[in-house]
């Protein structure tokens, strides 16, 4: 075999961190991990946060982000040896030999200069083409890549056009020097799911049409699967396991690997039709100073200890249900009926007992909690408020409802800094039941997770349920979520519900043409499964 | 109408509207404080009868919203009353003097903009190494000192340690340039010493801010050499923040005036104002700060007028 | 906790300014209005620093100086301070129109610069240390309350807060137990910063000839009474001036401090 593109061998990544009200200390991201990638060749970087990732990503070009030192070890690209290379060796390689695609393209383009002139601006410092030939060849990639009006985009600035449509620009950034190597960096993270593939689609079709060489760093298992040939697992800035897609996805050597794998096979069976505990009727809300409907005519039923499930992309107004529903946003129209007596419309006009049957779990643990109160006294706010509970009583309960979501002891006195993020969340799920609800409103309550989280809070919600018999309206646009929870499930798409029932039967084919989208957009851990989607689609992404 | 443009005549629309209000501040806010200008003006002896007669004859007795629209009227047509004190017409008082101000403020920016921009880049570009250590070191004592206290430090060091200047700032009709600006050439440095450090520190935060941007990255990552990224890429994203910084500071020009011009003896408006505010001399308390008020809010409209201009998002809407 | 170097001048620094300030009638060898000497005379061990202008003992017009000096400003901080945080808290948490109408009464006081208001306001209003405090401390209000304003809006869109009202919670519970514990440390040193503007908000006042009237004199005014000799090489102005750039320097030192504390401590955040 030739030599290698990329070889990479015991490398150390350190950095500096500075904790509040500590000294700074020195903390090791990446422990001696070793790669080689051959040219045209793909591979992909899985890990959850912390993993080190994208930190191994960037040291491909011999780059630390923020203060982050590459210290040990060796980096050879092309046969050079680069981590110990000097300023100029690294600025001819970079937008050269290798290029960059980040998780966010909006700010990745600068605002001040049109797209065009970003494109093909390495391809020129390099000297690598005239400025005719690299706009040409610009023009050919945003041809390749799907966006519209290939010829005139490149004269538009970078907040004229949308996400979907800059992460595709910011890969025709990255190819137009024709580099040995890319480096993509969750690129398709930050995109709703239909505009995802997409854009995944476009991605990989470009990767294969110009031989290029690529590292593709993602969370997403399903995603990484579509496009890379061979897969590296890390953890915790070590290598967990490394092997050709195939294999990694369909026989994984590792535990962490197999549990990477299996995560979203979460699956849960509906329970039979029961009277509904809360009935919207009619709803249509609209925002304050606008002129248009963000929910239109929304009538759901949830039954007395399920699970609703609302999906929907950004815009859709899953969320602004939500808000209606707490009484936060006032709808125009239409009757909110909750335990057999209607809701007022407006959180003022709610009794005390309205409040508590009906919590709220938010998206983000880190923004629900207030940082300057403990553990103990976050939990024990609603057993005053509402019970009147204090002192010795209102720890042991503390103490009950810590257990319930295995917790254990010793908690009770620390503050949300001091846990991580999945015991920030399981905290605010144990705020949410302090009250005794009868429901409980789930915004988003896994999308910020890790994948392995997520899935615990999953199971601890779905107990929970099967101990209290309290009922969840769970919004989200994971629709392997919907699968491991619901027993009802409302498709939501431009402020109005589109499909609705039990879950089965909405799972169940004929669709309608947003549903079937939605549903087909859904990576699936099976190698081919892009290029099948893609040819047996009804409709264009939504927002792409 | 194209919306930048909107915005813009908005922007000038709410300066004007703020000028007026600030006028009517000036005016009728003043009417209300405690205090009597007539007693003013003929001391705690004066009988009544000549109190009365004092007031009729300045129309006082009129409702002040009356004597508001008539200030406000002479003000647009360039009659600012007579001066209690002396019976000067003070329209003539304030024309020499804006003449002398302007020239010392005017001297004072030229040298603290483009310095100040400077030093902020070299602090920028060295952040938390020792050349941005050493100029933010010297910057935040400056910003400690009051106008008056760096003037006299300046004044001894000068005139005292190393005698080459003199201690008051003469100037007056028919003096050549150059002779002028030697005779301010004290009260420059004091002024630069103290809007510098504000303007520097600004400076240097909104070019880091820049700096700190994903497309900075982006830009490095091309390979493109540090002068370039900063030229190309920060430079067109920095020019709003650092104009708007600019402009800030050059409203804090228009207090240091004020005091530097008393310290030094300079004949100008803001020693013109201080000394009227003294003698309890209303009228011409009321112009001089009006005038004042109209340079900042100026100022200020200006500084959010470049920062619309140079905003790409509202240069080339969607 | 560590304190870095120069926090702790500043700390120091600022704690002796208050020592001397408070306990100035048992520290100053003589009183305030003693002429007990000659016009500028040098330094000598009965006037440790000289005397000034009519013979009166340097030291301990410093000393009486620099409790007049800090008095004053602390008043009017301290009346900036509880105005404008009252009012910018009642803003961001009502919203609306009580909102609108005092963001655009402080809009409105904010485009003149103090200096100039205060001026105008002073050549009508008598002048004494009570029109004094009430002038600076109203005007330096309009600042406290735009960033107790805007740091109570950051606060009231989190979740947190919005969890407190779905509760059912009373404003009292989200003013005082969700909002301020969160504010707290920007106020801080905020604080900090007002003082030192009250500082050489006065100095430059009675250096005007405006701010605290004779015999009584604040170091501003003991500038402006020694000024003259400056040019002929008495440097007694000089003293009074080093005291005012001294304290407001330590309690920069101090304020600096503890904002960027406040930075890493908002919590929470990016966990």
Known sequence: ?544 | MHPILKLMVQRIALGLLLLLAVSAVIFLGVEALPGDTAQAILGQQATPEALANLREKMGLNEPPLTRYFQWLGGVLTGDLGTALTNGADIAQSIGQRLGNTMFLAGCAAVIAVPLAILLGLIAARYAGKWPDKVISGITLSTISLPEFVAAYFVIFIFTQLIPIFQPVAMVFPGMGFWAKLNAVALPVIVLVLVVLAHMMRMTRAAILNVMQSAYIETAELKGLSPMTVIWRHALPNAIAPVVSVVMLNMAYLVVGVVVVEVVFGYNALGQYLVDHVTKRDLPVVQAVGLIFAAVYIFLNMLADVIGILANPRLRHPK | MRIPISALIGLVFTGLFLFVAIFAHWIAPYEITDVSGGQWEGPSAQFWLGTDTIGRDILSRLIYGAQITIFVALASSVLAFSMGAFLGFLAAVKGGWVDQVLSRIVDLVMAVPSLIVALVMLSVLPLNLTVLILVMGVLDSTRVFRLSRAVAVDITVMDYVEAARLRGEKWGWVIFKEILPNAMSPLVAEFGLRFIFAVLFISTLSFLGLGVQPPLADWGGMVKENKDGLIYGKSAALLPAAAIAALAISVNLVADWILTRTSSLKGGRGG
């Open chain 1, 1 to 544: 075999m030739a030599d290698p593109l990329l070889q990479i061998k015991g490398l150390v990544i350190e950095a500096t961190s500075y904790p509040p009200g500590e000294p700074p200390k020195e903390v090791t991201l990446v422990h001696g991990v070793d790669l080689t990638l051959q040219k045209g060749r793909v591979l992909g970087l899985i890990g959850e946060s912390g993993a080190g990732k994208s930190t191994i990503g960037l040291s491909a070009m011999a780059y630390g982000r923020g203060g982050v030192r590459l210290t040990g070890g060796t980096i050879h690209l092309n046969g050079r040896e680069i981590r110990l290379a000097d300023a100029k060796a690294l600025r001819a390689l970079r937008g050269r030999e290798v290029t960059y695609v980040s998780q966010s393209a909006a700010a990745s383009f600068n605002p001040a200069k049109q797209i065009m002139e970003q494109v093909i601006e390495s391809s020129l410092s390099h000297g690598l083409m005239s400025k005719t030939e690299a706009e040409a060849r610009a023009r050919a990639l945003f041809k390749k890549l799907g966006l519209p009006n290939p010829d005139t985009i490149g004269s538009r600035y970078p907040h004229q056009v949308s996400g979907g449509q800059l992460q595709r620009c910011m890969t025709a950034m990255a190819l137009c020097p024709k580099p040995d190597l890319v480096i993509f960096d969750e690129p398709t993270t930050a995109l709703d799911v239909t505009t995802q593939i997409d854009v995944l689609a476009a991605i990989k079709e470009a990767i294969r049409d110009t031989d290029v060489a690529a590292l593709y760093i993602t969370h997403d298992l399903a995603v990484v699967a579509q496009v890379a040939d061979d897969i590296m697992v890390l953890r915790h800035g070590k290598m967990v396991e490394l092997g050709e897609t195939g294999q990694i996805i369909h026989r994984p050597t590792q535990d962490y690997t197999r549990a990477l794998v299996s995560v979203r096979s979460l699956d849960h069976v509906e329970k039979a039709p029961a009277p509904p505990i809360l009935q919207v009727q009619n709803l249509t809300a609209r925002y304050r100073g606008t002129n248009f409907d963000v929910l239109k005519n929304v009538s759901v039923d949830l039954p007395v200890g399920q699970t609703l499930a609302v999906v929907g992309e950004s815009g859709s107004g899953k969320s602004t249900l939500a808000r209606a529903i707490t009484g936060l946003l006032p709808p125009s129209a239409g009757r909110i009926t909750f335990a057999g007596r209607q809701l007022s419309a407006d959180l003022a006009g709610r009794s005390k007992d309205d409040l508590r049957e009906i919590q709220m779990i938010y998206q983000m643990a880190d923004t629900a909690m207030n940082p300057r109160q403990t553990v103990g006294t976050i939990i024990g706010r609603p057993l005053e408020f509402y019970f009147g509970l204090r002192g010795a009583d209102r720890e042991k309960r503390v103490q009950q409802l810590l257990d319930q979501i295995e917790m254990g002891k010793g908690f009770a006195d620390r503050y949300p800094a001091e846990l991580s993020g999945g015991q920030k969340q399981r905290v605010c799920i144990a705020r949410a039941l302090a009250a005794n609800p009868k429901l409980i409103i789930c915004d988003e309550v896994t999308s910020a997770l890790d994948p392995l989280v997520a899935d615990g809070i999953l199971k601890l919600l779905l107990n929970l349920q099967a101990e209290a018999g309290v009922a969840y309206l769970f919004i989200t646009h994971d629709l392997a979520t919907v699968r491991a929870i619901a027993d009802k499930i409302a498709v939501m798409f431009k402020g109005a519900v589109v499909r609705y029932g039990q879950k089965t039967d909405v799972l169940m084919p004929p669709f309608d043409d947003y549903t079937d989208l939605l549903l087909s957009s859904v990576p699936e851990m099976e190698q081919g499964w892009l290029e099948q989607v893609i040819a047996h689609r009804k409709m264009e992404s939504a927002g792409n």
